[in-house]
């Protein structure tokens, strides 16, 4: 199984390259080469696995035996699995009027983030032990992600980690979680900015390709492809979970709504898609609606500003994950996507080529979702179904209640849930409702915290450059003190 950029202007590179990259020196992201394509009897195979099974189903197809051998595979995601709360990892809760809602966010810091983070940590590892490696791994978070990737290494000694985040952009609980880890290998930033402006010096840092090669930067955002290949398994639960019968001819599908951010599982459900998953794939957003506008008009432009809504991990204008499904539905045609994302890239605004915006069209449906939905939806699901949801996964339900309240025919759906209600007490004050905040949750509020601030006016990208050398020069001085 090879991987290659979706600009097609970089080397194939195998699952270990593709792990330890960011971008690819060309500027795209990495994809398989070409998709494995599963039968009816697989789909049948796989329909009774756990998630923690379907994972490392889908991991073999993608990874190797000659780079992790399959016993190996299973360790691996059997320990990164192993401090969920639940046993069975994700959830499933089915509440009235045909609402089906996959619970992603069992693990440590609460968002679906742990699930793909935890095992990406435990196949970086496997790879640093056996080379005798360090690397620094660089992430811009608009909340979940920082937390998730911060939990999932730390106190590792091969790995520093450097998390940017965008001061009040994020929920306090969010912040939180980044700032009281205090272990060496965490260091974390509070940009005055907001999450995509927080990107830019991260991506002029893996720019240069010396630099990066230098120091072993990776990043663990979704631009890596472990995250996205781990999410998948989310698609094919959801489907198994919620279709009637597999001995339909033919299959019979599932909606899956997919509230996004950066893309990252919407990405993986068009893979799933393209893999043979019947599943058909509804996107919901926020009122930053690039996506949507996307989808529904081909117009692939930034807006003036990112506005602040309720759903905050979502507050993004630029979905780098689109890049790769740009890509697969333009049957692997990097010349155009190369094209389309330089041209995105100096104008910030581009129209989608008909014949790619008809094949998007047919693989999705979207959705934007207001601020005043999202209150909505939390409280009509809690007054139906004494059920909290977060604003995130509320994005995702509001789409399903507007269809109910149709009356539209429609096969089963199932709306992914990407954080506990727990993280965002604010939104649920803003819906009049009462949380039941869990005890390590309310604990943040005493610990120390630890923070750098990056301020308007600084040198954000030398600051991480000043650090990404300080960290490497220290794992150096280590790495000569070792004993041999």
Known sequence: MWYVSTRGMAPRIDFEGALFSGYAPDGGLYMPEELPQLGRETLHEWSTLSYPSLVKELCSLFIAPELIPRDDLNDLIDRAFSRFRRREVVHLSRLRNGLNVLELWHGVTYAFKDLSLCCTAQLLQYFLKKRKRHITVVVGTSGDTGSAAIESVQGAKNVDIIVLLPKGHCTKIQELQMTTVLRENVHVFGV??????????????????????????????????SRVLVQIAHHFFAYFQCAPSLDMHPLPPVEVVVPTGAAGNLAAGCIAQKMGLPIHLVVAVNSNDIIHRTVQWGD????????????????IQVPYNMERIFWLLSGSDSQVIRAFMEQFERTKSVRLPKELHSKLSEAVTSQSVSDEAIIQTMGRCWQENQYLLCPHSAVAVSCHYQQVDRQQPSPPRCCLAPASAAKFPEAVQAARLTLDTPAEILALEHKEARCTPMRKGDDWTRMLRDTIEHLSQQWQGRFLNLPS
């Open 300 to 315: 692939f432009s930034l807006s003036e500003v990112v506005k602040p809504t309720l759903a905050s991990a979502m507050d």
């Open 192 to 225: 005055e900015g907001n999450s995509d402006e927080l990107d830019e010096p991260i991506k002029t840092v893996f720019a240069d390709v010396a630099f990066v090669k230098k120091h072993n930067l990776m990043s663990l955002n979704s631009i890596n492809w």
